[in-house]
C-alpha cells in the first residue's frame, strides 16, 4: 500500500496531551516523520525516526510507533500548536515518498 | 544557514510545459549527504511529494506523474530544476523544494523553501 491515512481533524485543551496519528502498511517497515504548517507558511520538521526532535522543538512534541500506526504526540498543547499536522513515510518498495492527508489540529 | 528559494512563472497556460527553478544558498546541492526533493500543495489542499533527485543523479518520481516531470540539478549554479509538461488545472498549486535526509528509516524532509504559486489557467 502507499496510503497513509490521518485523521482530519483533533481537539485539544489548552494544556493537555493530545495524540495524532499516522496510519499506513509501510509504516511496519518505516517510520513516521511529522511536520507542523500554519497558514500561509511552510511545513516544518518536527518529529524524524523513532522519536528524533530537530534543533528547536521543544520536547512537549514526541513520538511513537506501534504496528502500522506512527503517532505524533504533545504533552501540553499550547496556542501555538494550533497548526496543520502531516506525516510521511516511504511506501513499501523504498522508492516513493508519501504523505498522509493532514490533521488540522485545534487548541481550545 | 542552508536556505531554498523557489522561482517560477507563477502563471501558465494549459498543456504547456512549467519550469521551476530552487536556488540553494549556504549548501551544496551536490553534497551526498542530502537529496533533493520538490513538493507541492493545491489550494486549501495536502501536500503531495512530486519527486526527488540525489546527488548521484538518481531521480525517483510520484507514480501519478511519472511521465510528465523531470527533476535535474546543475551544480556549477547550485540549482534545482522541475520540468512539469502537459499542466492542467489541477496542477495549480503551491510548489516547494526541501532538503532531505534519510536517518533510521525515515525521509526528513527538514529544509523547505519559502514555496512559490503555481497557477495553470488559459
Known amino acids: 500500500s502507499s496510503e497513509l491515512t490521518q485523521d482530519p481533524a483533533v481537539s485539544v485543551a489548552l494544556g493537555q496531551t493530545v495524540r495524532i496519528t499516522c496510519q499506513g502498511d509501510?509504516?511496519?517497515?518505516?517510520?513516521a516523520t511529522w511536520y507542523q504548517q500554519k497558514p500561509g507558511q511552510a511545513p516544518v520538521l518536527v518529529l524524524y525516526?523513532?522519536?528524533n526532535r530537530p534543533s528547536g522543538i521543544p520536547d512537549r512534541f514526541s513520538g511513537s510507533s506501534s504496528g502500522d500506526t506512527g503517532s505524533l504526540t504533545i504533552t501540553g498543547a499550547q496556542a501555538e500548536d494550533e497548526a496543520d499536522y502531516y506525516c510521511?513515510?516511504?511506501?513499501?518498495?523504498?522508492?516513493?515518498?508519501?504523505f498522509g492527508g493532514g490533521t488540522k489540529l485545534t487548541v481550545l | 544557514q542552508v536556505q531554498l528559494q523557489e522561482s517560477g512563472p507563477g502563471l501558465v497556460k494549459p498543456s504547456e510545459t512549467l519550469s521551476l527553478t530552487c536556488t540553494v544558498s549556504?549548501?551544496?546541492?551536490?553534497?551526498?549527504?542530502?537529496?533533493w526533493s520538490w513538493i507541492r500543495q493545491p489550494p486549501g489542499q495536502g501536500l503531495e511529494w512530486v519527486g526527488y533527485?540525489?546527488?548521484?543523479?538518481?531521480?525517483n518520481y510520484n507514480p501519478s506523474l511519472n511521465s510528465r516531470v523531470t527533476i535535474s540539478v546543475d551544480t556549477s549554479k547550485n540549482q534545482l530544476f522541475l520540468e512539469l509538461r502537459s499542466v492542467t488545472a489541477a496542477d495549480t498549486a503551491v510548489y516547494y523544494c526541501?532538503?532531505?535526509?534519510?536517518?533510521?528509516?525515515?525521509?526528513?524532509?527538514?529544509?523547505w523553501g519559502q514555496g512559490t504559486m503555481l497557477t495553470v489557467s488559459s
Open positions: 549556504g549548501g551544496s546541492v551536490s553534497s551526498d549527504s542530502y537529496y
Open positions: 510521511n513515510s516511504r511506501d513499501n518498495s523504498g522508492d516513493i515518498v508519501v
Open positions: 526541501a532538503r532531505v535526509f534519510y536517518a533510521a528509516y525515515s525521509d526528513a524532509f527538514a529544509i
Open positions: 525516526g523513532k522519536n
Open positions: 533527485i540525489y546527488y548521484s543523479g538518481r531521480t
Open positions: 509501510s509504516l511496519r517497515s518505516y517510520y
